[in-house]
């Protein structure tokens, strides 16, 4: 499963944009970025070229195309040189701007039972007794494998208000995992609804 986030489609027929990252600060004085990358490893976000920007805080601004000159692992985090980015003062111009790419620019899965993270979220949850657990919201790493992170809501015990239940469930599969099926939206997995 690889670790990837999506962005919504525009209204103006553009291609969809998957975000990668963001840019956090600057690194020394001849232009270069440090990234916060939810690529998985960390360092892939350099592989992709061009990458798309905006303010990080303006969600309806249009994207701006700008090409990755070099891009390396620097200790726990990347660092990027961006086109016609030569000094520290423009790289301070890009500091809050998320990262992403096209759709179309993102390697196509082949294996069987693999998926983007971005794919599953939103995705209804259901048991083996066909009860359903909620939708997925999201997805965390925990090191030994990742986690669905999936809420429903129920009626609060005093009736008057709804109340969120979040699951944590294990992506292991087959066994809290048992099928992803794409076409009905759905994950079937073996877990207790009391979890």
């Not at 840019?23 to 350099?46: L, N, Q, R």
Request: hydrophobic share 40%; glycine share 6%; charged share 30%.
């Amino acid at each position: 499963m690889s670790s990837v986030q999506q962005q919504g489609q525009d209204t103006n027929k553009t291609p969809e944009k998957v975000i990668l990252g963001r840019i956090t600060g600057v690194y020394g004085v001849k232009g270069w970025v440090k990234v916060f990358s939810y690529t998985d490893p960390m360092e892939a976000i350099v592989d992709y070229s061009p990458w798309f920007i905006r303010a990080e805080n303006r969600k309806n601004a249009a994207w701006t195309k700008v090409k990755l000159k070099a891009g390396k692992r620097h200790a726990k985090t990347v660092v990027a040189k961006l086109e016609d980015c030569n000094d520290r003062d423009a790289a301070m111009a890009y500091i809050g701007t998320e990262i992403a790419i096209d759709q179309q620019q993102l390697e196509e899965l082949t294996e069987k039972n693999e998926y983007y993270w971005r794919d599953l979220i939103g995705l209804r949850v259901i048991n083996q007794h066909d009860i359903e657990l909620g939708v997925v919201k999201n997805l965390m790493e925990t090191g030994a494998n990742d986690v669905l992170v999936v809420v429903s809501e129920t009626d609060a015990d005093d009736g008057t208000k709804k109340k969120t239940i979040e699951r944590l469930i294990p992506w292991t599969w087959n066994n809290a995992i048992i099928e992803v099926d794409m076409k009905r939206k759905v994950i079937e997995v073996d877990w207790d609804p009391d979890f």
